[in-house]
């Protein structure tokens, strides 16, 4: 309805209860007081109005009230976008106010989830990427302004603050600005009093959303629901402080009303959104590890010799690697999540009927299953191939059963000379007599050696004549109860790949996989069996196995040696600024002394732990074995006493090595004591060297090495030696033989970690009753050594420098302070990078030393050594970390020619490396 103008004069009675103060109005009125409306402007008009019906005044009839007001302006502008719903809220409507925004909120909300999908189809990396997630929060705040909550004439509140600022926060530059000019468009469009102040709000939003984007980095560092929230409550503090370029009528209305959602209801809003984000980042960075993961999965596979496939529980294909592509005819992305019999197709050679389904027959058992005798697999193309299989269920952590994988591989070649033995006597006999292959005839029934080939006699070392007086059972390690079982499963056909272990004449055993089926000859059924020996191939599995195995212990230790060396540098320092504080006398020195004793076992054994993974930080030189094992002899004989006889032969011209000699020494100690130990009585210890190359050939029974030129070290003993069980376990931590307290178990496993971070390898040689030999080879060098330095000076040195000390950790922070003040030098702390920045800026020349934690939140020491020199030039620079070296070498720090000291450190060890450092 178009309001009309007033016929005559009204004339409103208000009752005011109380005194109305505070409002932006030139006229105060008191109880009983008569005001013409037709004399104000419109503006105080809806002011009166807002201020009559939010005191609940006797005004009777709301809507005759507006009508009034919109005709009184009808003649100075359009009344008809002035209609009742503009009026300001009744206090009973403010509830459905709230509603109505926070159903606005989530709306947006939900089409936050959209930004995940465009995520991962067009990563951040992309063009397009950024343009369509600007389009999409863009659309959101569009769509928003176009369903606002709306307050008064031109006074509209949405959710654009929101998602433009998020949109900037999580999707950078490019998508914020895209997002904000789509709704700053819209609003200029929409218009009103307050479209500046929309503007605005629009512009503060996209700046606190792209400084936060800088200063947290979303992608890295995801941010925390604290984070969001303080987020939100900047972006809508922001707001609200602009709402005070709005004219002062219109800012009354804003203050009373939206004070209370801006400051709750947005930042709520804004975390709920952010956690949307933020989930959504966290899936996309878990998608790329997996993927991550499958292409090393890809890698192992393409290097298997067999065809592997996987499925899920359904039977559907998730994974061929290229043999199994190769054989079935299928690619893997024609067969994925296809039916495995629809890509597997396998028949009876026989019969040509379909054969049981792997899957099923896994998924029935729980175990690993094989494939009938005589089984056809047929290609895509229809061509058909003689397999042999297994299939093996995949087991989760809990033990639950998520699918199958298969392993087969054409044995095509194999069954095709089966099948002409069985055709053909003679050609049999040629083909038996001078193949290539170990073969024997076996008799079901007794295990006897009816008939071996000459291959079969070059493997065993029985002539052809010994082979067939021999039984399997000589030759099998199985016991005759469970040869007789394995026998009846070829008989049945229900086995004919086998993995055993066989003896030979000279007592050896070897790993065989067997390949056996069912013949006849002169009526008489016999075992025909093919014997491959793959010794070597279980020998790499063994020590893949192993390796891996030690791998994950040695990560183990590692990654608790940051927070383990911070603590015992805590405990070491404070108990040293305790010592020269007190006299030598005072009771407490012998506590001290003990905490400090305490304190060294504790980084000698965080030391061993490190050695063992591999992750000690260690200072490499080039050294002359001989002259380093000639200065530690005295200490050896000390060590394994005067009964024991040690005996040393150096090689000649021996060739340098490189490697820190505080490793080599725990190597010569551990090995010393060990060889003590085994000793009961009187004996000898033989320490020797020697030059030794090694070529490809030597790998094909020691794969843990690389071909080249090695320094030999040997320690032998006359002791007890070890048993032979006991030699695969030898390196693995906390193992030993030695009785409840008489060792630690990690002397070995130490040893083994320092020769394989030197690129080394060790082998054991070792009989009970006679003794045992270990023999180290370590890399030879063609570098030379060094000039010796000075002799170091036994009382601590000193300096009256100024040190920039940086460390993260508060309590080290002050006691790394303390100890540098003692020190004599005059010392800056500072707790983060940007601190110590600062004062770099503010000192400038005044410092001549960085001393720096390496790793640190915002910026690690080494970017923060780059930025120091710009304000002192020449600065010398020492690191320091309690992190192991695998971590810190990330961080280029334990490159030649840079300074570090690793923690925990002592005063006296710390005073050392400043003056080298500084002498630098």
């Known amino acids: 309805m178009v309001p009309m103008a007033p016929s005559k004069t009204r004339m409103w009675d208000f009752r005011a209860s109380r005194n109305v103060m505070g409002f932006p109005l030139k006229i105060k009125w008191q109880k009983n007081l008569l005001i013409n409306f037709e004399e104000l402007p419109y503006q105080d008009l809806l002011i009166y109005g807002f201020l009559f019906f939010e005191k609940n005044l006797n005004l009777s009839d709301r809507e005759e009230f507006f009508f009034f007001c919109s005709s009184h302006a009808m003649h100075k502008e359009d009344s008809s976008k002035y209609t009742p719903k503009h009026l300001p809220p009744h206090p009973k409507e403010t509830p459905m106010m709230y509603l109505d925004l926070v159903l606005n909120l989530a709306l947006l909300i939900a089409l936050s989830i959209v930004s995940g999908f465009i995520s991962r189809r067009w990563p951040k990396k992309s063009r397009t990427g950024p343009w369509l997630q600007g389009l999409l929060f863009g659309s959101a705040a569009v769509l928003g302004m176009l369903k606002p909550l709306v307050l008064g004439p031109g006074l509209i509140f949405d959710g654009r603050s929101l998602m433009i600022s998020l949109c900037a926060l999580f999707h950078g530059p490019l998508a914020g600005i895209i997002a904000a000019l789509m709704a700053t468009l819209c609003r200029i469009q929409l218009g009103g009093v307050g479209a500046f102040t929309g503007i605005l709000v629009i512009i503060s939003s996209l700046a606190i959303g792209l400084a936060t984007h800088f200063y947290l980095k979303p992608r890295q560092n995801i941010p925390s629901t604290k984070d969001l929230f303080l987020f939100g409550l900047a972006v809508h503090l922001a707001m609200l402080a602009l709402m005070l370029t709005l004219p002062g009528t219109s800012l009354w209305l804003v203050i009373h009303n939206m004070a209370l959602p801006i400051l709750l209801i947005y930042p709520l809003a804004t975390v709920l959104a952010g956690r949307v984000l933020t989930e959504q980042e966290v899936s996309i960075q878990s998608l790329e590890n997996l993927e991550r993961a499958k292409n090393n999965l890809d890698t192992t596979l393409k290097s298997i010799g067999d065809a592997v496939i996987a499925t899920d529980r359904k039977g559907n294909i998730t994974l061929m690697n290229p043999v199994a592509e190769n054989l079935t005819g299928w690619n893997l992305s024609e067969a994925l999540q296809k039916p495995l019999i629809e890509v597997f197709h396998i028949v009876s050679a026989e019969n040509r009927n379909a054969a049981e389904n792997p899957v099923k027959k896994v998924l029935a058992s729980k175990k690993t299953e094989g494939l009938a005798n005589h089984t056809l697999l047929i290609a895509k193309d229809g061509t058909e191939r003689q397999i042999s299989d297994s299939a093996a269920p995949i087991f989760q952590d809990e033990g639950i059963l998520t699918g199958v994988v298969l392993v087969f591989r054409d044995v095509s070649e194999e069954y095709r000379m089966l099948e002409n033995l069985k055709e053909s006597e003679e050609d049999y006999r040629r083909l038996f007599e001078e193949h290539a292959a170990v073969k024997l005839i076996l008799d079901p029934e007794t295990g006897d050696v009816i008939d071996a080939n000459e291959a079969a006699a070059n493997f065993y070392g029985w002539s052809r004549e010994e082979l067939k007086k021999k039984r399997i059972q000589d030759i099998n390690t199985l016991s005759p109860e469970e040869i007789a079982a394995e026998i009846e499963k070829v008989k049945k056909e229900k086995r004919i790949h086998f993995e055993f272990r066989h003896r030979r004449a000279d007592g050896s055993i070897r790993d065989v996989a067997i390949l056996s089926s069912v013949i006849r000859l002169k009526n008489k059924e016999y075992l025909h069996s093919i014997i491959h020996d793959i010794s070597q191939r279980k020998r790499l599995e063994a020590q893949l196995i192993q390796s891996q195995k030690m791998e994950s212990i040695g990560r183990l230790a590692g990654g608790v040696a940051h927070d383990f060396n911070n603590m015992l540098g805590i405990i070491m320092g404070n108990a040293e600024l305790m010592e020269t504080r007190l006299d030598a006398s005072h009771p407490a020195m012998d506590e001290l002394r003990e905490i400090k004793k305490a304190a060294e076992r504790s980084t000698e054994l965080t030391k061993q732990l490190l050695a063992f993974a591999r992750r000690q930080t260690i200072a490499p030189r080039v050294l002359n074995l001989n002259h380093s094992i000639e200065g530690m002899l005295k200490m050896l004989h000390r060590l394994i006493g005067e009964d024991i006889e040690l005996r040393w032969h150096p090689a000649e011209n021996l060739r340098y090595i490189r490697m820190d000699s505080s490793q080599l020494d725990q190597i010569l100690v551990n090995l010393a004591v060990n060889a003590k ?244």
């Open 677 to 920: 130990d085994a000793i009961a009585g009187v004996g000898k210890m033989t320490i020797e060297t020697v030059n030794a190359s090694f070529g490809e050939d030597y790998g094909e029974s020691h794969g843990d090495y690389i071909p080249g030129d090695y320094v030999m070290l040997a320690v032998s003993d006359n002791g007890c030696g070890i048993e032979k069980e006991h030699l695969t376990q030898l390196f693995e931590p906390f193992f030993t033989t030695k009785s409840q307290g008489s060792g630690t178990g990690l002397g070995l496993s130490m040893i083994y970690g320092i020769v394989r971070q030197n690129q080394g390898f060790i082998n054991v040689y070792s009989e009970p009753g006679k003794g045992s030999t270990f023999r180290i080879y370590l890399p030879a060098t063609d570098e030379e050594i060094p000039a010796a330095p000075d002799a170091e000076k036994t009382s601590l040195p000193q300096g009256k420098e100024c040190i920039l000390l940086v460390e993260d950790e508060p309590a080290l922070l002050e006691l790394t302070g303390r100890i540098l003040e003692k020190l004599g030098y005059e010392v800056m702390a500072a707790s983060t990078p940007k601190e110590a920045i600062a004062l770099a800026e503010q000192h400038g020349k005044k410092i001549h030393m960085l001393l720096t934690d390496v790793i640190m939140p915002q910026m690690n020491g080494q970017e923060l050594s780059l930025s120091i020199e710009n304000f002192c030039p020449g600065i010398h620079c020492l690191f320091m970390s309690g992190y192991t070296a695998n971590v810190i070498a990330h961080h280029g720090v334990l490159k030649p020619g840079i300074n570090f000291i690793q923690k925990p450190f002592s005063m006296k060890d710390l005073a050392g490396k400043i003056r080298e450092t500084m002498a630098r």
